[in-house]
């Protein structure tokens, strides 16, 4: 017995389920009422499910499909991606100066999948330039990405020409709201889907385990027949396919988008999940599952 109990208490994913089950607890004696979900109508009589739990759900998801990109380029590269807010902005300036264009009535003028994919081919540009940096010239993560931390938000400004273009067709907020008949927030299932893509590809490929290996000892992978490079650099390019996903979220919300506010700071609640499911920020070993409970 004292066997196994150990063996569970040397599992990564301990610590932030002890944590987590711990904040429930001290929430439940503090204030009881945390726990409650009732349900209610939004402002478009909509049936939804509220309380401090689905809004921790809602916004939590957020964070959770960001941790996903943010804990393979932590594990491949042992630094961190200070631009991802900045280039959630950037991803919801691609998608509604795709949708509505500028000076427009609101309408859409194309898919919201072609502005979406549109998105995502944007971001993840910007994430192989970051990637570029590190993984071939060798700068440190967090030095590497200051340069979008810095000018992401005024090339987000300068795509819709500082414009701030409003999407009015009602299926747009769908994505970061919810869909009719569904009291659960739709950022919830879209975090599933993400999370359920990111564990396949983990267990059916061997992007993780290379991941590991660069990050553990990027030499003696090379060694064995890898290439840290772009290893280094793929995991650049997910982030920016989860960034991508997040921008889409964050703009529906709104139906539009705020330059300088728009995911300010996501970045480091997205490093803080990764933190805070025990995965070393120097790079090497990871559990995808134990970011998305630190989220």
Known sequence: MTKKKNLLASRQIFIPLAALLLLALFNLVLDPSFFKI????NSAGDPVLTGYLMTILDYGSEVAILAIGMTLVTAACGGQDISV?????????????????LGGDGTLQAPIIVGFLAAC?????????????????DIQPMVATLIL???????????????LPIITDKTFTYFGGFIPGIPIPTPFFIAVVCIIVAVLALRFTTLGLYT???????????????????????SFVILGLCVAVVGLIKTSRLST????????DIEMDAILA?????????????????SILGA
Request: hydrophobic content about 55%; charged content about 5%.
């Open 274 to 290: 990764v933190a805070l499911g025990g995965n070393a920020l120097s790079g090497g070993k990871f559990n995808i599952m134990a």
């Open 85 to 101: 807010g900045a280039t959630v902005a950037i991803a919801g300036s691609v998608i509604l100066r795709v949708l509505v264009g």
């Open 212 to 234: 590991q290996s660069v990050g553990i000892n990027a030499s003696s992978s090379r060694l064995n027949g890898l290439n840290p490079t772009m290893i280094k650099w793929l």
């Open 38 to 41: 009732t349900l209610g109508h």
């Open 257 to 264: 988008i705020n330059y300088s506010v728009i995911a300010k």
């Open 149 to 163: 931390y810095t000018a992401g938000r005024s090339i987000a400004a300068w795509i819709n020409l500082n414009e």
């Open 121 to 137: 081919v944007v971001s993840m540009l910007f994430g192989a330039f970051n990637g570029a940096l590190v993984a071939v010239f």
